[in-house]
């Protein structure tokens, strides 16, 4: 068993892989110059809209670490954390952003639709709540087949106010699914703070009126979602039905990566600051009884490197075969349909 220490590491490598990820795709969108030595030649290399992730690292960080690779995980828009944290490689990651032929989807999908199957990773959705219907179909089959895998759900708290939600939510009570809700709580529905427009007390209320039992948990201290994602991971894998872990974090970029997010208040913008997951992970770290900073500064040059790798591969990566825009769509039976 890892020690409190070991643990806490771990947690931060993931956290600093992501934060590392977002920021070099963040600029790479914006068509400037990276922390990491890249250049976009001025112009954007980042095919698509970018939705970041940034400030929410602690919340897949800290449930992802209790997943097994035969575990299955649905996203969202803002997906990159979740992708990473449950072991996708970054360089085809960065690839698919760059619309390159080695990306995962082949270069079509871009961010918000990234999937790897190899690592129980069902892909990011570009449709709000649509990622809550599929992880609790890919559960239903896991108790069908009698597998011994469960399914990570993230979404966001604006998908709490949209249909599938409660039709997700609904089913998995009813048939007793191996499925663990995890709410992103970041606070904004695009350019819309979400408080005034939710009813109620929100997710964890909304799990409670259907008898799915739920946590709350500070989403930016990653050592409090890893205890609470340890206590509900390890109740759905004993066949007691579904969970709700609700993480209220912050969303500290822009809805998009080109979005300057002037309609926030910058106070809130700055108070959120103050609790970035990344620098309390350091503190708690370095709180422990020998505890060394060389080793997070050695975390973190890995994953200024690991980004560095990625964004060179995807600048040199093939453009698909134009060919290829005629493949992974539905047939209309070759004109029969008209």
Same mark, same amino acid.
């Given at each position: 068993?890892?020690?409190?220490?070991?643990?806490?590491?771990?947690?931060?490598?993931?956290?600093?892989?992501?934060?590392?990820?977002?920021?070099?795709?963040?600029?790479?969108?914006?068509?400037?110059? &990276?922390?990491?030595?890249?250049?976009?030649?001025?112009?954007?290399?980042?095919?698509?809209?970018?939705?970041?992730?940034?400030?929410?690292?602690?919340?897949?960080?800290?449930?992802?670490?209790?997943?097994?690779?035969?575990?299955?995980?649905?996203?969202?828009?803002?997906?990159?954390?979740?992708?990473?944290?449950?072991?996708?490689?970054?360089?085809?990651?960065?690839?698919?952003?760059?619309?390159?032929?080695?990306?995962?989807?082949?270069?079509?999908?871009?961010?918000?639709?990234?999937?790897?199957? &190899?690592?129980?990773?069902?892909?990011?959705?570009?449709?709000?709540?649509?990622?809550?219907?599929?992880?609790?179909?890919?559960?239903?089959?896991?108790?069908?087949?009698?597998?011994?895998?469960?399914?990570?759900?993230?979404?966001?708290?604006?998908?709490?106010?949209?249909?599938?939600?409660?039709?997700?939510?609904?089913?998995?009570?009813?048939?007793?699914?191996?499925?663990?809700?995890?709410?992103?709580?970041?606070?904004? &529905?695009?350019?819309?703070?979400?408080?005034?427009?939710?009813?109620?007390?929100?997710?964890?209320?909304?799990?409670?009126?259907?008898?799915?039992?739920?946590?709350?948990?500070?989403?930016?201290?990653?050592?409090?979602?890893?205890?609470?994602?340890?206590?509900?991971?390890?109740?759905?894998?004993?066949?007691?039905?579904?969970?709700?872990?609700?993480?209220?974090?912050?969303?500290?970029?822009?809805?998009?990566?080109?979005?300057?997010?002037?309609?926030?208040?910058?106070?809130?913008?700055?108070?959120?600051?103050?609790?970035?997951?990344?620098?309390?992970?350091?503190?708690?770290?370095?709180?422990?009884?020998?505890?060394?900073?060389?080793?997070?500064?050695?975390?973190?040059?890995?994953?200024?490197?690991?980004?560095?790798?990625?964004?060179?591969?995807?600048?040199?990566?093939?453009?698909?075969?134009?060919?290829?825009?005629?493949?992974?769509?539905?047939?209309?039976?070759?004109?029969?349909?008209?």
């Amino acid at each position: 068993m890892a020690t409190e220490t070991e643990t806490l590491l771990a947690l931060y490598r993931t956290m600093v892989r992501i934060r590392a990820f977002e920021d070099a795709a963040e600029v790479a969108s914006q068509g400037g110059v &990276s922390a990491y030595g890249m250049t976009a030649a001025g112009t954007a290399s980042v095919r698509g809209p970018l939705h970041l992730s940034t400030g929410q690292e602690a919340v897949p960080a800290g449930v992802c670490a209790h997943l097994h690779a035969d575990d299955y995980l649905t996203s969202t828009h803002r997906g990159h954390g979740h992708t990473l944290a449950k072991g996708a490689d970054p360089v085809r990651m960065m690839c698919e952003l760059f619309g390159k032929a080695s990306g995962y989807n082949g270069g079509k999908g871009g961010s918000m639709h990234i999937a790897d199957f &190899s690592v129980g990773m069902l892909g990011a959705n570009g449709v709000v709540a649509a990622g809550l219907p599929i992880a609790v179909g890919a559960a239903h089959a896991q108790k069908l087949r009698k597998r011994h895998g469960i399914t990570a759900c993230f979404f966001g708290d604006g998908a709490i106010n949209r249909g599938p939600f409660v039709e997700a939510l609904n089913w998995a009570r009813v048939y007793e699914l191996p499925v663990l809700f995890v709410c992103e709580d970041n606070r904004w &529905s695009a350019t819309t703070p979400s408080g005034p427009m939710t009813a109620g007390e929100g997710a964890s209320a909304r799990a409670a009126s259907l008898d799915i039992p739920a946590l709350q948990v500070d989403g930016n201290d990653v050592v409090a979602v890893h205890r609470a994602g340890a206590q509900l991971v390890a109740q759905v894998r004993a066949g007691e039905g579904p969970r709700l872990l609700h993480a209220i974090t912050y969303r500290v970029k822009g809805h998009v990566s080109v979005d300057p997010a002037a309609y926030r208040d910058p106070k809130e913008l700055e108070e959120a600051l103050r609790g970035d997951p990344i620098a309390r992970a350091r503190a708690a770290y370095l709180a422990l009884p020998g505890a060394e900073a060389a080793h997070l500064q050695a975390i973190e040059r890995g994953a200024a490197d690991e980004v560095q790798r990625a964004l060179a591969a995807a600048e040199a990566a093939p453009w698909p075969d134009p060919a290829s825009a005629f493949t992974d769509v539905q047939t209309t039976g070759a004109g029969q349909w008209r």
